[in-house]
């Protein structure tokens, strides 16, 4: 099929069915590329759509330049990757990326929340919205790609909007949830349309007068070093970095620097750190995350054993014992801080497995594969099921 015999109009049919059936389907994530079938992620399961035509080369194409023109962008002409965020006929927003893959184009597209969600909701303690009322420091929330890092923030940012009169500067590629301004003047800038660089649109944002900057993402040098230099300078800075845990995001941020500056960057931002969430989303294989997932059977297509999924998490509190292990390079010390820093908001990955294994959320297999240290883990187990039961006995309530 040439782009003579392929319109603007069906174009956009063609995508807008997509993402209609991307959303009905309640899925996270939308995958098609010339002469494959189209896949799309099902709480969490990967799943081809082999009763759907399969979409030719040409019309891949056509769809990506159409992504690209509603996003403000320049079509993808050579070599890499285009990233950006439309809205759908249906309301559903979603996130974008445009690829080459073997000279020819492929599509992946994220559905983003419809609504902004409370910590409860994600799964996540209710003491992070603390972070909403600080007047200054650096807030990072970690974890890998696809855990739900953009939708903490934005649950953060939506608190602060609505409880806070504040000036909020957002800079993001691409901008994936809408905030409209509330109790705060909010303004979001894309990088590629509204700023040329992460970096230089922080430099900027300083002389915006601004009491709160999220920053999507520091993934070099001249961003790390200007979302530090903006936390010292008496702004509350949000970013995300891609780590595995508390401490891991800690040596990352500090790794992409040169070694002879590593000593004083670490003093810099123990200062100015004042929390670390990071998070991972598993599939809830567990017999309350299996209830929870359960789904009706669709009309005209066989029904499917589905699974909710659920956020584990670890949080760092930078108190001044833990600012004083990252100045002076005793990372491996700051798990025990965690251990012991229950009461200042703080758990270990390990803490938080527990609790949604003794839930029934998790299968023990998949916490123990998640978990750094097994033997921990067994052990926060059993005391959670010994405070358990104390509890119920305590009400009366039999095992």
């Not at 801080?337 to 200042?344: D, I, R």
């Not at 916490?367 to 358990?388: D, F, H, I, K």
């Given at each position: 099929m040439t782009m003579k015999s392929n319109p603007p109009g069906s174009v956009v049919r063609l995508l807008e069915s997509l993402l209609t059936e991307c959303v009905s389907r309640d899925a996270s994530d939308l995958h098609f590329a010339p002469d494959q079938p189209v896949y799309l992620r099902v709480h969490g399961v990967l799943e081809p759509q082999n009763?759907?035509?399969?979409?030719?080369?040409?019309?891949?194409?056509?769809?990506?330049?159409?992504l690209a023109q509603l996003s403000h962008r320049p079509p993808l002409t050579g070599p890499g990757s285009l990233d950006g965020a439309i809205g759908s006929a249906s309301g559903a927003r979603f996130r974008y990326n445009i690829y080459r893959r073997q000279g020819q184009w492929a599509i992946a597209l994220r559905r983003l929340e419809e609504r902004f969600r409370e910590l409860e909701e994600l799964g996540l303690p209710d003491s992070l919205y603390r972070l909403c009322d600080l007047s200054d420091g650096l807030v990072v929330v970690a974890g890998p790609t696809g855990s739900g890092k953009s939708t903490t923030l934005a649950t953060l940012l939506n608190r602060i909007n609505h409880t806070r009169r504040c000036h909020l500067v957002t800079i993001e590629d691409p901008i994936e949830y809408l905030h409209k301004s509330a109790q705060a003047l909010v303004n979001q800038r894309q990088v590629g349309s509204d700023t040329e660089h992460f970096h230089e649109a922080v430099v900027a944002a300083m002389r915006q007068d601004p009491d709160v900057i999220l920053v999507g993402e520091i993934r070099d040098l001249a961003t790390i070093r200007s979302a530090i230099t903006a936390a010292e300078t008496g702004h509350l800075v949000f970013t995300t970095v891609h780590a595995s845990d508390c401490v891991g995001a800690i040596e990352r941020l500090i790794a992409v620097f040169p070694a002879e500056e590593q000593t004083g960057i670490r003093r810099q931002l123990a200062m100015v750190l004042r929390a670390i969430i990071t998070q991972h989303l598993l599939v809830a294989d567990g017999p309350s995350g299996a209830a929870a997932g359960a789904r009706p059977a669709v009309a005209g297509r066989a029904a499917t054993p589905r699974r909710s999924r659920v956020v584990t998490s670890e949080v760092l509190i930078s108190t001044p014992a833990v600012a004083n292990l990252i100045a002076t390079e005793k990372s491996a010390q700051i798990y025990s801080?965690?251990?012991?820093?229950?009461?200042?908001g703080m758990q270990t990955l390990e803490q938080d497995l527990a609790r949604l294994l003794v839930a029934g959320y998790l299968s023990e297999a998949t916490?123990?594969?998640?978990?750094?240290?097994?033997?921990?883990?067994?052990?926060?187990?059993?005391?959670?099921?010994?405070?358990?039961g104390m509890v119920n006995r305590a009400n009366g309530v039999r095992p």
């Open positions: 009763e759907r035509p399969r979409i030719g080369a040409e019309q891949v194409k056509a769809i990506a330049d159409h801080a965690m251990e012991s820093g229950t009461a200042q916490a123990m594969g998640m978990a750094r240290s097994p033997n921990v883990l067994r052990e926060r187990v059993g005391r959670q099921q010994r405070t358990r």
